[in-house]
Every structure is written in C-alpha cells, then in structure tokens.
C-alpha cells in the first residue's frame, strides 16, 4: 500500500478486529500481576503502557525502525546522548544546533568530561570534527536558518571514524525525510511540533533500527522515568492520520509564500530550502520529499519585525512551528540562535494560502513604513 495509507492505519486495530478503531487512553499506574513479574505484559505504569505500545508501532511504521516514546524532545535528546557518551567521549554537534541542546551539552555534558565539537550544518562542515568522535549529531534543515547537510555522506563520513550518527529531524518530520534509511543511527524529534501539528501536546520520540539500542533506550526511559503521559500519547497518534494532509498542504504554501517574498522590498532574505538559491537546494531535493513548512526571512531591523508582527491579523505570534495555524516570531528574542534582531521565523499554517499571503502583505507594508 502507499506510505500515506499505512501512516493513516499506523497502530490501529487490525481490519476484522472487533472494538473501537483506536482504544482509549490507558491511564493506570498499576496491573494486577500476581506470581513472577517475568508471566505478566504489564506491571508498572513506569514500565510499559498499551497507550505507548500501539504510538510505537505507528512510529514505527512511519520511522521504518523501532521507536521509544519519550515525555518530550529534550527528553528524546537527553536519552541518546545518554545511552551513546561517557566521560572522554567526543560529541560532534552543529553550531546551529537547537539551542536547547547547545545548552544542555556546554552546561551537563562537558563538566561531566565529554568533549564537545561545534561546526557549522553548511556545507558539510561537521565531517572535518570527526576526527575521535563517538557521536556526531546532525541537524537538517537546521532550526531556525534552516541550512542542509548530506546526512547520508555524513553518514559514510563518520562510519569511517566508528563514530554513531543521530539525527533532529524535528523540522523536517519522518513524513519528509527518513534518517534510518540514510544510516543514521538514531533519529531524534520533538513530537510536539509537525508530526502532531495540533500544538496541544509535548511530547518526543527516538527512533532506530537496532533491536539493542532500543531496549536500552526502553531502560534509560525506565529508570530516569522520562515517561510520556498515556493522554499526550493517545492525542499524538489521533493526530498522526493527518499527517500526510497536514504536511502536504503546509509545504505547498510554504513553497508558494517563500516565492512570494523572494524579492518583495523590505525582504533582505528569505531562507527555504526549496528555493533554488537556497545552498543546500539541490541536497534537500535529494533527501526530502518535500521542503517543509518553516519559512524564514530577515526584514532588517527589529523595529521592521515588530512592525510586521503587529500588523498580522491571522498569523500567531507565538515559538512553536509545524502547527495547523499559522506562526510567527522574532526569533532574536529568545538570545540562543545567531540571527539578527529583523529575522522572522514563519511556520506555515492549513489556512488558505491566499489568505496566509495576504496576510503577510498586511505585515509587509507596515514593516517598510518604519
């Protein structure tokens, strides 16, 4: 069947099983299990969930390997980085990273002993840090400049070295772009964003195609309790069916608002990486189904992007992406990426595109009147 077809079934029950399509959410914390522990599916709720077991098994589908469900992104993240370092291990990580991760490797990691490379996502640049590394990290498009790498030349790259890759693949979603099938090693999301495009959860997954690393992924997940609740998960995987409508629309009308402000005055750039000026054009081609819903451009000034946002009267203010509605920010604000202060984050929405356009328009002449 289409991919499309088996991500709307993902994890549902099987056709001819009797009962409801997708069970409720399972909210105890304890089953009855008497006798050995080892006779029993369920014993704790801190050990397994039929919630989270059927939300495997669509990302699974999706991912095209094993996927453990996490309580959120950082906690997906946190998990990998886990299981994968120890004191004297090299961690290659992109200088445009997540700055949250950033943060997290320069203020956890590194006190604990762990050598952290920072290099661009242009261009490849992380394969010159290879050199020793135990984990590269990679990130692409990256958030918010939404640069590419070639994840599976990065991935030959680093394989040389013995060195494991994982992969945010956050902004893209599985949905684009498949990391395992690229040899990744493990491939890392913040489920709060695209895959469950609603913005009404937090949530996270790892996913991979090796039985082993998966179960101590599960046990890093036990015992850090790093646990998702059953009713995130049960919206998350009443969402995913959308997915591939969801997805679909946004990166068409991200596409066409990209075009739209290439060259409009009081446009200093626009980044999209399925622009043909974009650098990494042709290598998202390659590894993309599509290009994906965030937009990003610089309008030159904070007080040009202030006037653009305060003049919007259907896009969001807010500093989440990948939702049904349309999104905006100054990203500047938050201090933890290299942009200037008149760079706008722009997550495109489900809303009519027109309207999304006209939108923009809107916010356009009033960011050139400053």
Same mark, same amino acid.
Request: aromatic fraction near 8%; proline fraction near 2%; avoid cysteine.
């Given at each position: 069947m289409h991919r499309d077809t088996l991500i709307v079934?993902?994890?549902?029950?099987?056709?001819?099983?009797p009962g409801p399509f997708l069970p409720g959410p399972q909210f105890s914390s304890t089953y009855s299990s008497p006798g050995a522990p080892s006779q029993h599916a369920l014993t704790y709720g801190r050990f397994h969930n039929p919630t989270w077991t059927a939300w495997e098994e669509a990302l699974g589908t999706l991912e095209e390997g094993h996927a453990v469900a996490f309580a959120s992104g950082m906690a997906a993240v946190a998990a990998v980085l886990g299981v994968c370092l120890r004191p004297g291990d090299v961690l290659v990580l992109p200088a445009d990273a997540y700055y949250t991760i950033r943060r997290l490797a320069a203020g956890w990691l590194e006190p604990l002993g762990v050598q952290v490379r920072l290099a661009p996502t242009r261009d490849n640049a992380q394969a010159d840090a290879l050199e020793g590394a135990r984990l590269?990290?990679?990130e692409t498009p990256s958030n918010p400049q939404l640069d590419i790498c070639d994840i599976r030349a990065l991935v030959e790259a680093a394989q040389m070295r013995g060195a494991l890759v994982a992969v945010d693949n956050t902004t893209a979603t599985a949905y %684009?772009?498949?990391?395992?099938g690229l040899g990744a090693t493990? $491939?890392?999301a913040s489920d709060?964003?695209? %895959?469950?495009?609603?913005?009404?959860?937090?949530?996270?997954? $790892?996913?991979?195609?090796d039985d082993?690393?998966?179960d101590a992924l599960r046990t890093w997940r036990t015992q850090h309790g790093a646990i998702p609740g059953p009713m995130e998960v049960w919206l998350a995987h009443r969402s995913l069916a959308t997915l591939p409508l969801r997805v679909s629309r946004q990166c068409a009308s991200a596409q066409e608002l990209a075009q739209f402000l290439d060259g409009q005055p009081g446009v200093e750039t626009v980044r999209y990486p399925g622009l043909p000026g974009h650098p990494g054009h042709e290598i998202a081609a390659r590894q993309m189904r599509a290009f994906g819903s965030i937009v990003s451009f610089d309008l030159g000034s904070r007080a040009r992007a202030d006037a653009f946002l305060g003049a919007l009267t259907l896009v969001r203010e807010a500093t989440s992406f990948g939702g049904v509605h349309s999104m905006a920010e100054r990203r500047a604000r938050w201090g933890g990426d290299a942009v200037s202060e008149g760079f706008i984050r722009f997550s495109v929405g489900c809303e009519s595109v027109d309207d999304i356009i006209t939108d923009v328009t809107r916010g356009l002449k009033a960011a050139i009147s400053r």
């Open positions: 079934h993902a994890g549902y029950r099987k056709h001819g099983e590269l990290w990679l %684009l772009q498949q990391p395992l493990y $491939v890392v709060a964003k695209g %895959l469950t495009g609603h913005s009404d959860l937090i949530l996270g997954h $790892v996913a991979t195609a082993e690393r998966a």
